[in-house]
């Protein structure tokens, strides 16, 4: 079999390096989000580009044991009292297109659009516009605008202020603004949601779209960590009973199949 | 790397063989059932052997969308539409120690019982009883004995007869009758529950303890199919909301803390 | 929380009802095949329509310990020896678009065009040739046509066989044949392969989409648990050494970042 | 259904709490590792307490694509393109016993002798000796002890430098320290491996025993999520070919089974 390839770490029998760094050197000086940023990117974040992951990291963090998420892996661990790592991973799974998916779907429109940008010499808020008309022709909702209660989502802001005051602000949030413009414009105000705030700022970090998905990951896996040691610790094997009701068919004969026939 | 070994199944560019046999001669001749006993003992079954497997199947396939298995499929399909494989994925991490997990601990009572018979020269009776005295000394629940609501499982009995019809019944049967028996003496008059009757049979066809856990999963996973599919068609995205109370600390300030300290 | 609902079974204290089906019943005299059957369809199934089950089950069941789903079962298994649901979901989740998927695709691609010939009227060769014009134009590969090395697939044959003696073959089976004729005149002679024909029967048997990977997953499943046992009976665990080479920077100083900065 | 109980976080349709704080303020203020901490503790971790949660996170971060949770989660992806949350899982599932569990067991194995230790008012350096001893003469490997190539593991001195200078070390460490001593004297010198000083760390911060295991996920998972990019980005579809030998039962004759029988 042919070495797989990386460019992500590398070991020998009293080392390992990530990216280059020696891992003790990071343990002692560095902190998780710095290496998560470099673990993505290849280099050290700078002070603003770190405060942004963990930003980011801590929005996704937790959102109570009721979000699907959280209660996939509290229900798999009311099952399984001996395998902590079913229950975590059952809770990623969750998080598909319905539930932690605006991320990915906002950070793929940032990219094709500003790609369209680049090829087309349209401005932002021209492309933004025509992203706007065709989702409203379409009847599709936009990834990463509104929120159900908000006419502001005050963690947006949070994002925003630490982009901006670190020189980290781009052409993503440049284009979630004129996306916000525009909806208000062609349909009604709505806000900027935090999904569609990382989203921007993934896009200004340099992120591909798929860490509009793993990074919601990342930090998820932390909540997700306590809700399972809190359902351990506090819960009973096998306690959740959801109710049901069956409308299907009433019980009848088997009739004529035999075994084996 | 050094090549893996097998002696599943096998192919070249025109062919698959599963222990020898064409898949497309199975294909066109054997059931699922005969598949399954197949891959894991590489001979075909006796049709009473064959007819165990199925009703094995059979008795675990489903057991409606309230039990953990169902409960995280559909959990996780509520999050993730299209991808059907991470809701399946998210049931089977379900069927642990305490979701499914008697036929495992059963049918490695059986085996490792059975194995100090063999060592020692005891009876399957005097084993069986040296089985219930220590549980009880250890206020221990026996594995494979009792049922909420019955005083007998008739599930195990359709599985016995298949059994002794077809001349299968040997020592696995043999030794949870003698532990229902000791039970009675000791305790109380418990029947073997259907964890019990599969450990029993598993035993007597010749299969190791993992199997206690994993036929159970090979039959649940078409439940499952069936759970996600209904979720997907009658039910909307993000639709289970679990009702959560909340009894942590107040909200309260943040206080000193400060980015990057 | 409201009462979740569903149509597939059912219990109470002594009965589990699988569709009305007491399962004690099903177990004495049903296959497994007629229970995913009756899981899916909530009706059991002809001797033919059965049979075709079986023979689709059979045809998924294993493909060696170097297919992906294998290999990711195989490799938790060296690092979890304990915990076999995880290996089985972890081999599950490698069913995804490029492995597996083909038959979810093409199964979409006949439920499509038989809604497209319903609603236009045209005929099934007509609508068989627009979709591999289309495909051409868009240099895409069809689903369930074509195979690395056969001229024709034996499985396509025994699936078609059944199908037609039963009297279950309809429109599915006839628009993967009229797909078949339209890409030996526009392309080249491509056989069906196996993963087209279990979509042509899936449709023809009345399923839908998902079916098209959960069915795969359903017979998959056997051979990932025969996968499993053996690497837990003849491996040791963390024997899998990936070779690996890394092609990421040099080691390098970490420079001016401090702890907490 | 009665509702879910958690202390963990709460939410209105205008907040998010986590352990009382709002989550905007976290976001603005405060460091992943903090909210780590938090979310699992409780309260907010002093300087300290939050840099040895970044040492510990970054130290099982990742091992190149090779160890079995990155091997899994890139097989996983070679086969599902679309669903990166499927090959974080399985990389998740394959941290059980084998892989990555030498922290689970550590912490279990400090728990338990301390609570020894203060049941029956032994010295640390006692009962640390019994340790030993009893796992010499059941000849058990100790888990956090030793390492295939290194005198000392450097990653445990960066971890218990921490601990020490910010008067976080406790019995913890200590009982590592005199296990070590008590394995010099009883086997031969080994040195305290980074499992085994994570686990000392953890215990002195006041985790219970799964977060032995689960820290090590949340960890990992930052090095997973750069694996299955690095996979999609430059790699191929189901490129993985596992070379594989059979030796099994050689071709032959299916004989007598009958469809249906």
Redesign the interface.
């Known amino acids: 079999?042919?070495?797989?390839?990386?460019?992500?770490?590398?070991?020998d029998?009293?080392?390992?390096?990530?990216?280059?760094?020696?891992?003790?050197?990071?343990?002692?000086?560095?902190?998780?989000?710095?290496?998560?940023f470099l673990?993505?990117k290849?280099r050290?974040p700078s002070?603003a580009e770190?405060?942004l992951?963990?930003?980011m990291?801590?929005?996704c963090?937790?959102?109570?044991?009721?979000s699907?998420?959280a209660?996939?892996a509290?229900?798999?661990a009311?099952?399984?009292?001996?395998?902590?790592?079913?229950?975590?991973?059952?809770g990623?799974?969750?998080?598909?297109?319905?539930?932690?998916g605006a991320g990915l779907a906002c950070l793929q429109l940032i990219t094709d659009t500003m790609n369209d940008v680049r090829t087309t010499g349209a401005t932002i808020a021209a492309a933004a516009r025509r992203v706007v008309d065709d989702a409203r022709a379409a009847h599709r909702r936009l990834p990463g605008i509104g929120h159900?209660?908000?006419s502001r989502d005050?963690?947006t802001?949070?994002?925003f202020?630490?982009a901006r005051t670190g020189h980290v602000a781009g052409d993503g949030i440049a284009f979630m603004l004129e996306l916000e413009k525009a909806v208000a414009e062609v349909i009604k105000p709505l806000p900027i949601n935090v999904d569609g705030a990382i989203a921007a700022v993934l896009y200004d970090l340099g992120f591909?779209p798929?860490?509009g998905?793993?990074?919601f990951?990342?930090?998820r896996?932390?909540?997700l960590?306590?809700?399972?040691?809190?359902e351990?610790?506090?819960?009973r094997?096998?306690r959740?009973?959801?109710?049901?009701?069956?409308?299907?068919?009433?019980?009848?004969e088997?009739g004529t199949?035999?075994?084996?026939?």
């Open positions: 079999m042919e070495p797989w390839r990386t460019a992500i770490s590398s070991s029998d009293e080392h390992i390096w990530i990216q280059g760094y020696d891992v003790t050197q990071l343990m002692a000086s560095a902190t998780f989000a710095d290496v998560v673990l993505h290849g050290l002070e770190r405060r992951v963990d930003a990291l801590i929005a963090a937790d959102h109570g044991p009721g699907p998420s209660a996939a509290r229900t798999v009311t099952g399984n009292r001996v395998a902590p790592e079913a229950a975590i991973a059952a990623v799974l969750a998080i598909g297109d319905a539930h932690g159900r209660t908000h005050p963690r802001e949070v994002v202020d630490i591909p798929p860490l998905k793993l990074l990951i990342v930090g896996v932390a909540g960590s306590a809700q399972v040691v809190e351990y610790t506090r819960e094997a096998m959740i009973k959801i109710p049901v009701t069956y409308d299907g068919p009433a019980p009848r088997l199949i035999k075994a084996g026939r």
